[in-house]
């Protein structure tokens, strides 16, 4: 059974494609859930461990140089900005994160492109997994992102889900944007870093050097509700 909230971001959904039809990529279609075990959900590619709180999805490092998102949909618009390629669309990114209990009503997105505010939302923490020679890896994001100004990772804490906004036309900006994981303070992502550390430094940001992660490199990104502090 969904909950409320995952009820009201379908019915959202259903509302904006039946609005006018303008010269705009077509909505995506709306998500199929599947159980796949006890307590364990499928959503397209993404996996949801609703004991755990947990959502898992697989995708791969892209060619960016200049970021200001984390990860992206597949083929998504700022897919030039972006440092993973995630194999889901926003809409199926965000219902997951519902089912796992985050909830809009705790958000307080960014207002617009460098918001000095600080998004808010319900706290997560995430983590980026590949395969080397030697066995698996796994890093928290904000190391994934380097500072070429300060020499220096994102500053580690707890990231937020804000869950993106809604335009006046009724698309979700997530879904128009392909943004799911941001760090510059912008409306667009379902989730975002409260850190000021992205913001107003445009060109600053690239996939961590250390890590030698390269372009095609398959990833499994993890994102885990916490409990508030």
């Known amino acids: 059974m969904l909950d409320r909230r995952a009820l009201l971001f379908l019915g959202a959904l259903v509302l904006a494609a039946e609005g006018p039809v303008d010269a705009q990529p077509a909505p995506a279609a709306e998500p199929k859930i599947e159980k796949l075990g006890d307590g ?58 519902i089912l796992i209990g985050l909830d809009k009503a705790n958000a307080v997105p960014s207002r617009r492109h460098f918001d000095p505010r600080p998004p808010e939302g319900d706290p997560v923490e995430i983590w980026v ?55 510059v303070h912008t409306p667009a992502p379902v989730i975002e870093n409260p850190s000021s550390d992205g913001v107003a430094r445009y060109g600053s940001f690239k996939i961590n050097p250390e890590l030698n992660l390269k372009p095609g490199t398959p990833v499994r990104v993890t994102v885990t509700a916490v409990p508030k502090p």
């Open 40 to 97: 364990l959900l499928g959503v397209g590619k993404v996996r949801v461990d609703l004991e755990k709180r947990q959502v898992a999805v697989p995708g791969v490092v892209t060619p960016a140089s200049t970021l200001e998102f984390v990860a992206g949909t597949k083929g998504g618009a700022k897919g030039y900005e972006t440092a993973l390629e995630l194999d889901t669309d926003a809409v199926g990114f965000n219902l997951a994160l």
């Open 129 to 183: 997994e590949w395969q080397e020679p030697d066995g698996a890896r796994r890093v928290r994001a904000e190391d994934l992102i380097y500072n070429t100004e300060g020499k220096k990772t994102l500053p580690r804490g707890p990231w937020v889900y804000t869950g993106s906004v809604f335009l006046r036309n009724g698309r979700y900006l997530a879904d128009f944007h392909g943004v799911l994981i941001g760090f």
